[in-house]
C-alpha cells in the first residue's frame, strides 16, 4: 500500500488567496483525520470524517477554513483567504476500521504551507 | 494541549546510553499512543497503551500505562542515533461509559538527539 499521500508537499502563497491541500487514505481504512502542527501549539486535530461524514469540526479555528470529503479515497483542506497565522504543517492521517475511532492512525508526509 | 504534558522537552545523549520520556495526564485515560516523528515526516506510530499497569516493549523501545492510567513513559535501552527524532505521545481520553472519545490529544512532544 502506498500509505496516505498529501499534496501538495509544499505550498507557497500570498496573504488572501484561496489554499487548498489534498489527501488520500489508505484505502479500506473509513476515519481521516487532518491536523495542524505549529511550533508554538504543537500537533492539534482540526476536524475528522468516518465514511465521508465530519464528525468533529471542533478543531476548525474558524470560518476560512473547511473539509471536504466527497468520496472514501479523497479528502480536500481548504483555507480563504489564507493569512499568515495560517503557516504551519497540516498532517492528514487515516486509520483501520477496527471499530475504535482513536485506533493506529497512518499519517501522510504532510503539506508545508507558508503564507507571506 | 495543557490536557497533556511531556517532559522533557528536548533531550540530548550518547549513543549507547538509555533515556526516558515521560507524558502525564491530569485525567484518567481510556489510551495512550506513542509516535515518533522525523523532520518533515510524518509521524509514525509506535504502541499503543489501553489497560493499567500495562507495558509494551518493539525492539529496545519500552512503553509503560501506571495503574492509574494516567501517566505513561517511554524508555529507550542503548541508544542509537536512528532512534534521534520527536516523541509524542497522543491521549484519548475516553468517555462516560468506558468508550473511546474519539480523538486523540497530543503533547507538546519531546526532541531527542543522539549522538554517535
Known amino acids: 500500500d502506498a500509505g496516505v499521500i498529501q499534496s501538495p508537499r509544499h505550498e507557497v502563497t500570498e496573504m488572501g488567496q484561496e489554499v487548498t491541500l489534498r489527501c488520500k487514505p489508505i484505502?479500506?481504512?473509513?476515519?481521516l483525520f487532518w491536523y495542524r502542527q505549529t511550533m508554538m501549539r504543537g500537533l492539534e486535530l482540526l476536524i475528522y470524517?468516518?465514511?465521508?461524514?465530519?464528525?468533529?469540526d471542533s478543531g476548525m479555528p474558524e470560518d476560512r477554513f473547511s473539509a471536504k470529503m466527497p468520496n472514501a479515497s479523497f479528502s480536500t483542506l481548504k483555507i480563504q483567504p489564507s493569512e499568515p497565522r495560517d503557516s504551519a504543517v497540516y498532517f492528514c492521517a487515516s486509520s483501520n476500521p477496527s471499530g475504535r475511532v482513536t485506533d493506529t492512525q497512518y499519517f501522510g508526509p504532510g503539506t508545508r504551507l507558508t503564507v507571506l | 494541549s495543557q490536557e497533556l504534558e511531556q517532559s522533557p522537552q528536548s533531550l540530548i545523549v550518547q549513543e549507547g546510553k538509555n533515556l526516558t520520556i515521560n507524558c502525564t495526564s491530569s485525567k484518567t485515560l481510556y489510551g495512550l499512543y506513542w509516535y515518533k516523528q522525523k523532520y518533515g515526516e510524518g509521524l509514525i506510530f509506535l504502541m499503543m497503551?489501553?489497560?493499567?499497569?500495562e507495558e509494551k516493549s518493539h525492539e529496545k523501545i519500552t512503553a509503560k500505562l501506571d495503574e492509574k492510567k494516567q501517566q505513561s513513559s517511554l524508555h529507550i535501552t542503548a541508544s542509537q542515533p536512528s532512534h534521534a527524532g520527536i516523541y509524542l505521545c497522543?491521549?484519548?481520553?475516553?468517555?462516560?461509559?468506558?468508550?473511546?472519545?474519539?480523538?486523540?490529544?497530543f503533547g507538546q512532544g519531546t526532541i531527542l538527539t543522539v549522538h554517535p
Open positions: 470524517f468516518n465514511n465521508n461524514v465530519p464528525i468533529d
Open positions: 497522543g491521549a484519548d481520553r475516553g468517555r462516560a461509559g468506558g468508550t473511546s472519545y474519539g480523538k486523540l490529544t
Open positions: 484505502s479500506g481504512h473509513d476515519y
Open positions: 497503551l489501553q489497560k493499567g499497569g
